[in-house]
Structures are given as structure tokens and as C-alpha cells.
């Protein structure tokens, strides 16, 4: 158990929703990441957030966007589902931000858009 | 911008070693890290090079050379529950606060 905990651990939705998936980090890390996996595929890098401020951005689509709040939970808005959005979302916890810092991943979120 | 290669699988005995490498293209870089994921899992750490040479943490090793840009993980006394996917990540230039991965590679371990 890396102390990192998401929830759903799984969503199944249609075309065109909105979902939202949340993330805790471990206890005292301030940066949350949150990558994308699809199948078979490696982790693509969305967004970094450190103390609830933004501090990197990958390939993250214009659909989706993130917030980190004073609790330092995040969350991951992705809108206007399309069906190759279907991935394990996973978020992860480091105490710098950093990318030298080891990164904690939690269970992953396992979204379906049908 | 970035990219990384890696084999997409590798097969060895168990009791063996095995390397797997990591070639990568990126406009600067900080260090490499490797991860490994089982199935239906999340990623864990592994390894942190930032400088050219060997780091050993038990029976893995990951090494980089950073003119050749290029580093490998080494697994040695491989057992069953190695079998699992294993992902180089680069630190770009532009952020130190990103980590861009590779496309992983599958181990399989035989007894």
C-alpha cells in the first residue's frame, strides 16, 4: 500500500459525460501527478500540481483539466468522453514535485466509455 | 521533444540475469528512473540515475551513460515474481518536475 488512495476504483459511462476522478496523496507529500494509461501503453504525463498551484503540464487535452485543493486532494475533470478515453487513470504523490523524487502511484481509477 | 525505446519484451529463466535497455531522445535532461508495474497494478520505484555509472540497490541494478543517452536495468537471480512490466522514464530539460515514461517492457520469467 503506497498511501496514496483513489477513488472509483472503476467507472463506466457513455459518450459525451463528465466524470471525476479523485486523488489523496500520502501523508505530508504536497505534489500530485496524474498520468494516463492505456492498454498496453505506457504512462503518459497529464499534469503536476504542488501545493495546489500548477507546476508542469504534459499532453493533457483541452477536455480535461485538474485542481488541487487546500486538503491536497486532487482531482481530474474529464469532459466530453470520447471512447479512446478509456484508460487506468492513475495519480501518484511525491513530497517535492520534483522528477527525482521516487513517486508513490496509487490503485488507479479503471474508467469505460461505452 | 521526448522520446524512449525500450524492448517491448523479454523473456529469461528464472535463477538468470537479464538487461533491459532504454535508448532516449530528449531536449536536456535531468536523470532516468525505472519502474516496474505487475499486472493489474501500480507502477513502483525502482531506480534514480542522475550521473554516468552503476547504482546497485539488491539484486537490481540501472545504469546510465548520459553521451550515448542511454541506461539499462539489470535484474539478477531472477525469480518468478519479477515477471512484470518495466518503464524507463526520462526527466526532460524543460521541467524538472516531469517524468516522461517509456512504452514499458514485459519481462516474463520461466521457471
Known amino acids: 500500500d503506497s498511501g496514496v488512495t483513489q477513488t472509483p476504483k472503476h467507472l463506466i459511462t457513455a459518450t459525451g459525460q463528465r466524470v471525476t476522478l479523485r486523488c489523496s496523496p500520502r501523508?505530508?507529500?504536497?505534489?500530485v501527478y496524474w498520468y494516463q494509461q492505456s492498454l498496453d501503453q505506457g504512462l503518459q504525463f497529464l499534469i503536476q500540481?504542488?501545493?495546489?498551484?500548477?507546476?508542469a503540464k504534459g499532453n493533457i487535452l483541452e477536455r480535461f483539466s485538474a485542481q488541487q485543493f487546500p486538503d491536497l486532494h486532487s482531482e481530474l475533470n474529464l469532459s466530453s468522453l470520447e471512447l479512446g478515453d478509456s484508460a487506468l487513470y492513475f495519480c501518484?504523490?511525491?513530497?517535492?514535485?520534483?522528477?527525482?523524487?521516487?513517486?508513490?502511484f496509487g490503485p488507479g481509477t479503471r474508467l469505460t466509455v461505452l | 521533444g521526448q522520446s524512449l525505446e525500450q524492448p517491448s519484451e523479454v523473456t529469461a529463466v528464472e535463477g538468470a540475469i537479464v538487461q533491459i535497455n532504454c535508448t532516449y531522445q530528449?531536449?536536456?535532461?535531468?536523470?532516468l528512473s525505472w519502474y516496474q508495474q505487475h499486472d493489474g497494478g501500480a507502477p513502483t520505484f525502482l531506480s534514480y540515475?542522475?550521473?554516468?555509472g552503476l547504482e546497485e540497490t539488491g539484486r537490481f541494478s540501472s545504469f546510465l551513460s548520459r553521451s550515448d543517452s542511454y541506461g539499462y536495468l539489470l535484474l539478477q537471480e531472477l525469480q518468478m515474481k519479477d515477471s512484470a512490466s518495466y518503464f524507463c522514464?526520462?526527466?526532460?530539460?524543460?521541467?524538472?518536475?516531469?517524468?516522461?515514461f517509456g512504452s514499458g517492457t514485459r519481462l516474463l520469467v520461466r521457471p
Open positions: 500540481y504542488y501545493n495546489g498551484e500548477e507546476r
Open positions: 501518484a504523490s511525491s513530497a517535492s514535485g520534483e522528477g527525482i523524487d521516487e513517486q508513490f
Open positions: 540515475n542522475a550521473l554516468d
Open positions: 522514464a526520462v526527466i526532460p530539460g524543460d521541467s524538472s518536475y516531469k517524468l516522461i
Open positions: 530528449t531536449s536536456g535532461f535531468y536523470g
Open positions: 501523508s505530508g507529500d504536497l505534489s
